[in-house]
């Protein structure tokens, strides 16, 4: 049978869910094909208006890289497991064989305890378990347990799967308190050949969307906007008081419960939300059954406010006891809580061990979302500080929220604060962990304009005409990195590239060695990822320009583990042509091989000789790069960009780029056209690049000091 890691857990509500979502992404990353299957449930396969389905499975086949259907993924319901347990085990057994043909891993999820005349469980999962021959990552809670009963539960479960002939791989408390997680990974590491883990818990994972509350409370949406109903509501005010002393107790995406009499409140709240300078809102909950008047309807109108308001015909009392024992699970469509389950599960859980452990190796195949995965992960390893200065692009906020619940680097956004926040708010976006910086700051102005003054000194820059210049975003954000306030910046989405990197151009300057600051794109095909320098940069680059290009080009795929094997493209392959653009790219072949002698080189080589085996052995034969190219150096611009476009396009590859690279600090330039999601890409890239940095000047000052 296909490979397969087991996740159980001894109990209910243990957050497995978010477990197994993150066994599923480390996985994805790492193999060609992952499947889900979940052997027993309470969900109907038949009902057609899903009320019955099962939300975890649903979530997961649904997930980047999952190519099954929701239907594939259960064996058998609990009242068929009651009839008739042994029967049932065959047919799990069956459908786990049949699906597992098709997939290098299946992730199995254990049973919720959802239903409670089953008293042996674990066992029945155990048992399972072995059967598929599948190592468990067993899961136990942490709620309001000290680290001794985390303990004892989980020697506990460990006996019952061992009896059943189930070899547990890992055990990871879920959901503990912060303060205790430390006690906890101390109290779990003495277990035996397991792996061991602890996930602090978050109430995101549990919140309940304001939707829920609302029905709950047997509610109806009076104003605002539909769509903000499904927004996760992280906790529940009361506000039975005076408007200031409700201001001063607003939290993030909390739902207020006011009643409906209580119409002074409503605009106060909602000026609130919109400001910026107070947490946005979930929304609010009107009791009593009051309708609203006319005048706060119009009220509302007029500065279009999205804040969703709904009215119950409860009490106070009645509904705050009602929501207060809702919870949310995590669906397809709960994409805050997919990003934090992610990230608690990304910081917490060592990986790579943990694959290890379910005897996992990583595929040669690389597709394009497992570079992304990838790059993503190694990004939040080592998170860096990039400053985005194009803020009053609602793309860059957008991306900036989604690169914030991932973890993947600490932001600064350049702009006015209570501006920025305010449209953030306006977009349904947290932002609270961004630090937005104004670009007109006298302090940093002034700290910004003597540096600059000075490296400008030569150009005839004035300290008076300092302070004008670097109060452009451009200049400003990338003063910053030139500082090190921040350690990179992405922009562009609303800048040109000239405007972008011409700041970088005059004093960032380039990195020892390097003459040429150059581009590069991530070709992701469907089976690996290739490098195309420079596609963006230089129009018509020198023999010793190439050279550069080269290099660092080869270093670039080196920081995103890619083998560099560099081919040196022309019209011609070897010594069959000759011509100036050949000479050209023969000289620069010959520089490179002089600066980096044990770099993998090829050239003058055409592209057929350089990526496809069978031109190569007729072309170029016994050559190391020759059909096994990965890092493509173009002899100019228009080559390298209209190639880009060409594979891009026809071969429907993903094209993360421009990546520039040669520059002693990274800034990446975006294209004005970006999607959120190339925006995330670049993000990432540039702090990995920063991880780069980081690591070089620590060698740098380790040899100093020696």
Known sequence: MSRSVYVASPEGLTGKSAVALGILDALTREVGSVGVFRPLTTASTTDPSGAGIDLIVDLLVNQPGVEQTYEEALGVTYDAARLDADEALHVIVERFGQLAERFEVVVVL?????????????????????????????????????????????????????????????????????????????????????????????????????????????????????????????????????????????????????????????????????????????????????ELPDTIRRLSEGVQQDLPIALTDLGTFTTAERLMKVRGPMAKESTKKIETARRLFAEQVDQAALLKAINVSGSEVRTPLMFEYQLMERARADRRHIVLPESTDDRILEAAAILLRRGVADLTLLGDENKVRARGSALGLDLDEAKVVSPTDPVLVERFAEAYAKARAHKGMTLERARQVVTDVSYFGTMMVHLGLADGMVSGAVNTTAHTIRPALEFVKTRPGVHTVSSVFLMCLADRVLVYGDCAVIPDPTSEQLADIAISSADTARQFGIEPRVAMLSYSTGSSGSGAEVEKVRAATALVAARAPDLLLEGPIQYDAAVDPDVARTKLPGSDVAGRATVFIFPDLNTGNNTYKAVQRSAHAVAIGPVLQGLRRPVNDLSRGALVEDIVNTVAITAVQAQGVRAADLADAQGAAS
Do not use: C
């Open 110 to 290: 254990g049973s919720d305890y959802t239903d409670v005349s089953t008293g042996t469980e674990l066992s029945f999962n155990a048992k399972i378990a072995a059967n598929l021959g599948s190592p468990v990552v067993l899961v136990v809670h942490g709620r309001e347990r000290t680290p001794e009963q985390i303990r004892a539960a989980a020697d506990g479960a460990i006996a019952e799967l061992r009896a059943n002939h189930a070899h547990t791989v890992a055990v990871i408390a879920n959901r503990v308190e912060a303060e205790d997680l430390e006690a906890i990974k101390a109290a779990l590491a003495p277990l035996p050949d397991v792996l061991t883990a602890a996930i602090p818990d978050s109430p995101t994972l549990s919140a309940p969307t304001f939707r829920a509350l609302v029905e709950a409370a047997d509610g109806h949406l009076v104003l605002g906007s539909e769509s903000w109903m499904d927004r996760e509501a992280i906790g529940i005010i009361v506000a039975a008081m005076s408007l200031p002393n409700v201001l001063s107790r607003l939290r993030p995406d909390v739902a207020v419960i006011a009643p409906s009499d209580r119409t002074d409140l409503i605009p106060g709240l909602m000026l609130a939300h919109q400001s910026g300078t107070f947490p946005a809102l979930a929304g609010i909950l009107l009791t009593g059954g009051y």
